[in-house]
């Protein structure tokens, strides 16, 4: 779709080589955080996966666990079910890291158990590993590192982000992955908006002088000076990789958003911008800002800054993932299922854009009156039906606050 070669994008641009390409933010982080996970040990994968695949499939093997869980925790827990790893689910990885932590001894103690009992090999494979702490500290490691990936990646699969504030989000996870493995004195050198270029393989700090975190170093305890310097030699080759991977995929990105800042509101309200500096509107995002701004009518009732309106309203509208897409791909796969494969096209698209302006179901939903009055035979199976009832369902949404709303003009935009 968006190769360097002989793609469906490079082929748009033969015939518009003004296109730009935004690609997703969220398939990039999960990328780089994949290729960094590959500089670690092979076995921590194994781990992970085989530890969902030991309970995915076996009803048996999970009432066992729950009762050693409870056991180790007390009656009132329940064990937590690990996520499963995956090439489509973004930064799969962290939750199930995160929920094998928390269960770390009672799995462990599961698995000692069903290696006597079961007699089978990956019970017996698994239950080395997790006897191994090395891999326990490899795993608080990677918990802690890609518990920031993750936060970043769901603010861009969140549908009511800021866009012009992603560009500084973006900086400073790189900043503080940086600060981790680069000389100080020479990172503060290096201005935050140049941070895509900056060549910090050559101002690399010592593994003896890199710092891990507070949890890093109490799992490290009582274990061998030797193992635990090999540990941080690879984790400080994990955290390059991550930063290599960052600077090189999301260097397209941080163009488009550093040239997006240009319209914050920050930026419009100061003297920078000689047009708008003088107009005092009260907001709360980016987005009411310049809807507020989109109102300011002149003395003949015309829109006094329609232009440079129209402009960043197209602009606020550009995606940079395609987590909304794939979140509705999985919910047309429910509606439109195998019992239902002869649903037509239009029904499917009236029953996903209902499901889209109701988010929360349609138990205290309350038609409006005007929805009443055109609840007849007369104008239920006219064509124009379901647009006037998509744009009530529009309206009452602007007034119970989920969307701001917009007027004629800043719709055609």
């Known amino acids: 779709m968006i190769g360097g070669n002989k793609s469906f994008c490079s082929k748009l641009k033969l015939n518009v080589p003004s296109l730009i390409t935004i690609k997703c933010l969220c398939h990039f982080c999960h990328l780089a955080a994949e290729y960094a996970c590959r500089v670690l040990p092979k076995n921590l994968d194994f781990m992970v996966r085989e530890s969902h695949n030991w309970f995915s499939c076996s009803t048996k093997r999970q009432i066992n666990y729950k009762t050693i869980y409870r056991l180790v925790n007390g009656d009132n827990d329940q064990p937590k079910k690990i996520v499963k790893l995956s090439g489509t689910r973004w930064l799969a990885r962290h939750a199930a890291i995160k929920t094998i932590l928390h269960q770390y001894d009672a799995l462990k103690l599961h698995f000692e158990l069903a290696k006597e009992k079961d007699r089978c090999y990956t019970a017996q494979r698994l239950y080395d590993m997790y006897r191994d702490e090395d891999n326990r500290i490899y795993l608080v490691f990677l918990s802690l590192i890609l518990s920031k990936v993750t936060a970043i990646n769901k603010l861009f699969q969140s549908d009511s982000v800021d866009p012009l504030k992603l560009f500084d989000d973006l900086y400073e996870i790189l900043y503080s992955l940086l600060q981790k493995i680069v000389i100080p004195q020479h990172l503060k050198k290096t201005r935050r908006q140049n941070l895509e270029h900056f060549e910090f393989r050559q101002y690399l700090m010592s593994t003896n002088c890199l710092n891990l975190g507070y949890e890093f170093n109490l799992t490290c305890t009582g274990r061998p000076a030797q193992n635990v310097k090999n540990i941080m030699h690879r984790c400080k080759d994990f955290l390059i990789e ?26 419009a309200t100061s003297q920078i911008w000689n047009l708008l500096h003088t107009v005092h509107i009260s907001f709360t995002s980016t987005e009411d800002y310049w809807i507020g701004i989109n109102e300011i009518l002149n003395a003949g009732g015309q829109q006094r800054y329609g232009h440079i309106c129209k402009l960043v309203l197209a602009i606020l509208s550009l995606p940079f993932s395609n987590a909304s897409v794939e979140r509705m791909f999985s919910i047309m796969n429910i ?22 302006n109701l988010p929360d179901g349609c138990i205290n939903f309350e038609p409006s009156k005007e929805m009443i009055r055109k609840f007849n035979s007369e104008n239920m199976y006219s064509s124009n039906f379901v647009e006037d009832v998509l744009e009530a369902f529009a309206d009452i949404r602007v007034n119970i606050g989920c969307v701001p709303k917009f007027n004629a003009s800043t719709k055609n935009v």
Do not use: A, G, H, Y
């Open 242 to 267: 991550l930063c290599s991977q960052l600077q090189q995929r999301l260097l397209e990105n941080i163009d488009v958003l550093k040239s997006m800042s240009t319209f914050s509101p920050q930026l």
């Open 335 to 356: 509606v439109k299922n195998k019992l239902r494969n002869k649903m037509s096209i239009k029904t499917t698209e009236t029953i996903l854009r209902l499901k889209d």
